[in-house]
């Protein structure tokens, strides 16, 4: 079976006993890693994989071939994506008409800015520039872009990069909506039984929580230049209780964010009955 996820720590850690055999019954597993961007473009067409971590976002842009799975994603609260600059006029406005960096045009990150940005930039951004999350920061600090919009490990890591944060698109939406925010999806082949994968990552985060050392080397392998104080920093933030299991509390945030988005006119609308099916 094929799965494709980030090599991110929470990726890292949620499927490390499911795609090492640690699960009984399960096949063996074909890991693919990629970069977030790749991931949302590739469930809009026919492609080889199974099972694949995507953008909240992305999912009005959902083939028929695949299904929402309940678990196994990064919904939570005080893990928003930043806004960083290397200026230190930190103030929303001083955005007008600058060149932006983004980690997706489909990720949920660049869904919550461009909703934040309607509201607290006027006049608009410049131009929207998208790059792998990992070299925004550079990019920022380097002067080749005016502002960044982070996500992963950029939360403990941006100061040592000079950056200023400008502001926090957990912290506003949550204080906006009072939900938590719906970052990271899992999504498998409609042809699979939905309740067999969901119990296989279910089973995959209650070992990764019950023996948390058997993963640690493979988080570090893949985590590349990140340490393993940033790494379990970043372990403990995105995997969580709504990991184990989305709930009404994370439906109702994923109906809210894509929701006011397509009133927005930034995504087509979705029918959010069939995300439960």
């Known amino acids: 079976m094929k799965i494709v996820y980030s090599p991110c720590p929470n990726d890292t850690f949620v499927?490390?006993?499911?795609?090492?055999g640690l699960v009984p019954g399960t096949p063996d597993f074909e890991v693919t890693y990629a970069d977030i961007d790749i991931t949302n473009g590739l469930v809009t067409e026919p492609n080889e994989y199974d099972i694949l971590k995507i953008s909240y976002a992305a999912l009005p842009w959902l083939s028929d071939e695949y299904r929402l799975i309940s678990c196994g994603g990064a919904l939570g609260r005080g893990n928003g994506p930043l806004v960083l600059t290397a200026n230190s006029d930190t103030h929303?406005?001083?955005?007008?008409?600058?060149?932006?960096?983004?980690?997706s045009e489909r990720s949920t990150a660049y869904l919550l800015f461009r909703l934040w940005a309607t509201q607290n930039v006027p006049g608009g951004i410049g131009e929207i520039v998208v790059m792998p999350f990992d070299q925004i920061m550079p990019a920022v600090r380097d002067g080749q872009i005016d502002a960044g919009l982070v996500i992963h490990e950029a939360r403990f890591t941006y100061p040592a990069y000079n950056l200023h944060l400008m502001a926090d698109m957990g912290s506003w939406w949550e204080a906006d909506t009072g939900l938590p925010i719906p970052l990271g999806a899992i999504v498998a082949r409609r042809s699979?039984?939905?309740?067999?994968?969901?119990s296989w990552?279910?089973?995959s985060i209650d070992y990764g929580w019950n023996h948390p050392e058997a993963s640690?080397?493979?988080?570090?392998?893949h985590?590349?230049?990140m340490d393993e104080h940033v790494a379990q920093q970043h372990i403990n933030l995105y995997v969580n209780d709504f990991t184990r299991e989305l709930g009404e509390e994370g439906f109702h945030a994923i109906e809210a964010l894509l929701g006011r988005a397509a009133k927005e006119g930034l995504v087509p609308e979705i029918d959010f009955s069939a995300l439960r099916s």
């Open 216 to 221: 640690r080397s493979y988080i570090l392998e």
């Open 15 to 20: 499927f490390h006993a499911l795609v090492h």
């Open 201 to 203: 990552i279910q089973s």
């Open 92 to 103: 929303p406005s001083s955005l007008q008409g600058k060149r932006v960096a983004v980690p």
């Open 223 to 225: 985590a590349q230049e």
């Open 192 to 198: 699979l039984d939905p309740a067999i994968i969901k």
